[in-house]
């Protein structure tokens, strides 16, 4: 709750000795503010304004006279209350949303903060129709403030982000709805929430190279920041636009994913494509971004080359029995030794691999059964019938797989040591 302080001058007032109930009135005015109000009440001779609030029909809350004086409100009744004055007039016109939550959030906190449980309307103290019979004292006395955000209500439970700053090859952060920024992370670490309807508003990248960022953004749709850096605002903040996709491209390689309202977790992509859905008003929760080690991609059997991946993503197929044929590894600068042992040629030896060495055979319907794998980073294997193996070291002389079993190979995977 923001409370806007006006900062009037006031005559000589009284400090109140008690407070035991809320009294809500109405401006009996459609347009006026605190100001505006302080001003009518000068005018009739008093200290200044007699409410201690006002609440504007756009939601925001206005201090009048300062809380803990004596009001000009009702007369009889003001040495033991708080004034509370909605702006409008409620014989004539219906209460906005905006205007009720504001009203309920403040009694509500006014009710906690005094211990208290009476609020009235001045018709209840005094002869008089104030604050109107449209004014809905019902719901200002006990209603739960519904959401006026377009995304809805935040809601409880779900992951949150490592709630430290921690830096790395490619480090980044969000601005969260209600958080604000949140702390840096780094190298495919999660930055954000998942599970509580909380939108990513902005995203800070601190880049490795050139890096190109584009994001869609509700209701200004793509928007491209070019050559960024740490401190690049790639969104908007303070005006409650999710972002709904991103878009990286740069001198080096990045993998990344996005966590969508609906959707869940996107595939992993790589630069120049797009993470998340675009067009469907779904909001950005949560993101991910790493540099990988190495890209690669697996020729399947009937399916042919799937798209490149980065190490921790599974590479290939599990539980569908098709057999890996072939894997093309990018080593993005790290030297890498392959061999691999392949259904009716026995064992081959690749020596020192670069892009576009095919470690297998495509076309032959062949199998890839064993490898043997040397580099700076550790592998396992999905096999036919056994399923996926223990983590090894690329060593150059562990073999993951089978030999003389005619068991297919179905999928591998690479992480960093």
């Known amino acids: 709750m923001n409370i806007v302080e006006t900062n009037l001058s006031f005559g000589a007032m009284t400090v109140r000795s008690r407070t035991n109930r809320i009294i809500c009135h109405h ?20 200290a200044g304004i007699g409410y201690h609030y006002v609440v504007r029909k756009n939601g925001t809350i206005e201090r009048g006279r300062p809380e803990k004086y004596v009001g000009a409100h009702a007369t009889g009744s003001n040495s033991d209350s708080i004034g509370v004055c909605f702006e409008g007039n409620f014989d004539q016109e219906s209460m906005g949303a905006a205007q009720k939550n504001a009203g309920i959030e403040l009694i509500s906190w006014l009710k906690s903060k005094y211990g208290i449980g009476t609020v009235v309307g001045h018709r209840d103290v005094m002869a008089t129709s104030c604050p109107g019979k449209y004014f809905p004292m019902a719901d200002i006395v006990n209603g739960k403030v519904s959401s006026t955000d377009p995304d809805g209500d935040v809601t409880s439970g779900g992951t949150t982000q490592v709630q430290k700053d921690q830096g790395g090859a490619i480090t980044y952060q969000v601005h969260a709805r209600k958080i604000g920024w949140m702390n840096w992370r780094c190298d495919g670490d999660m930055a954000g929430t998942t599970g509580q309807n909380r939108r990513i508003e902005a995203i800070r990248i ?9 994001v869609h953004i509700k209701t200004d749709g793509d928007k491209k920041y070019s050559n960024i850096n740490a401190d690049t605002l790639i969104g908007t903040t303070g005006k409650s636009k999710r972002l709904e996709a991103l878009m990286i491209e740069g001198d080096k390689q990045f993998r990344y994913r996005v966590h969508q309202k609906t959707y869940g977790w996107s595939a992993w992509t790589s630069n120049g494509k797009w993470a998340g859905v675009k067009g469907k008003s779904k909001q950005i929760e949560a993101i991910q971004i790493k540099e990988p080690i190495i890209l690669v991609r697996a020729h399947v059997q009937s399916v042919g080359w799937t798209e490149y991946v980065g190490d921790d993503e599974v590479i290939g197929t599990t539980g569908k029995a098709k057999r890996l044929e072939a894997i093309q590894i990018d080593p993005l600068g790290m030297e890498i030794k392959a061999k691999a042992h392949i259904q009716g040629d026995g064992w081959v030896d690749y020596g020192v691999i670069d892009k576009d060495t095919v470690i297998g055979t495509t076309g032959e319907s062949k199998r890839l059964e064993c490898l043997c794998l040397e580099g700076d980073f550790e592998w396992r294997a999905h096999l036919a019938e056994s399923g996926w193996t223990d983590w090894t070291e690329a060593d150059g002389v562990a073999t993951l797989g089978t030999v003389g079993q005619a068991l297919q190979m179905e999928a591998i995977q690479i992480r960093r040591k």
């Open 27 to 46: 401006a009996a005015a459609k347009t006026c503010g605190a100001a505006t109000i302080h001003s009518w009440h000068k005018a009739n001779g008093w």
């Open 206 to 214: 601190q880049p490795d190279g050139r890096m190109d960022v584009s």
